[in-house]
């Protein structure tokens, strides 16, 4: 029920963004699932985990932002953050620091915002234009965004893909990506009214000429 309320939720916000960026919207809605546990960890509807950084619109950020906990890993015992946890840094068995801080991510109006900025992010940046000309199928472009070294996770193209499947099935079963019929039906009435109208002054204005 979680996952399938999340597509119900956003399709419609990841569908706008698709047409105004081109990012597939079957690949935001699964990485926006994965960044937020299907919309259970999104404060400002930030669907994506993005960060201030740079300051940077990239069509759907105004510039909001909050102050949230979290994780990070690095290298370097140095890294500065708003605030950072007593009893950190802590080196890992792998060599790496860990962090527990409290860091600026973005903040949104609407959960459409989100998925427009975290797009736009993907069609402007010069390392994804290889998945950007693969934009018409979904799969391969979450392959080329791996490629491109959007997560550093070995699995990551396989996990993605792997809830992009559960997310194409419940489109399918609930009919989301169905047109409504009713944006066809009614103007094709309105312009068969018209045409009969049309029709129907011709007639009589030739009775009337005999």
């Excluded at 950007?132 to 472009?141: A, E, G, I, Q, S």
């Excluded at 489109?171 to 989301?176: A, C, F, Q, R, S």
């Excluded at 109208?197 to 005999?210: E, S």
């Amino acid at each position: 029920m979680v996952k399938e309320s999340f597509v119900q939720k956003y399709y419609k916000h990841a569908k706008k963004a698709e047409r105004k960026t081109g990012v597939p919207a079957l690949f935001a809605l699964a990485q926006s699932a994965l960044e937020s546990g299907w919309g259970k960890h999104s404060p400002g509807n930030m669907l994506f985990g993005m960060k201030q950084g740079s300051g940077r619109d990239y069509g759907g950020w105004d510039g909001d932002k909050q102050l949230i906990t979290t994780t990070e890993y690095s290298k370097k015992s140095s890294l500065t953050f708003p605030f950072i946890f007593s009893g950190y840094p802590k080196r890992t068995s792998s060599g790496k620091w860990k962090y527990k801080v409290k860091a600026y991510f973005r903040a949104y109006p609407t959960p459409f915002h989100s998925f427009v900025d975290w797009s736009g992010l993907l069609s402007k940046a010069s390392r994804y234009k290889q998945a950007m000309r693969n934009k018409d199928d979904p799969y391969l472009f979450a392959d080329e965004v791996a490629k491109a070294g959007y997560a550093t996770a070995p699995s990551y193209a396989s996990k993605v893909k792997g809830v992009m499947d559960d997310i194409a099935q419940i489109i399918k079963t609930k009919g989301l990506n169905k047109k409504n019929p009713w944006k066809v039906i009614i103007p094709v009435t309105i312009l068969a009214l018209g045409t009969g109208l049309i029709i129907y002054g011709i007639v009589n204005h030739k009775k009337k000429n005999k």
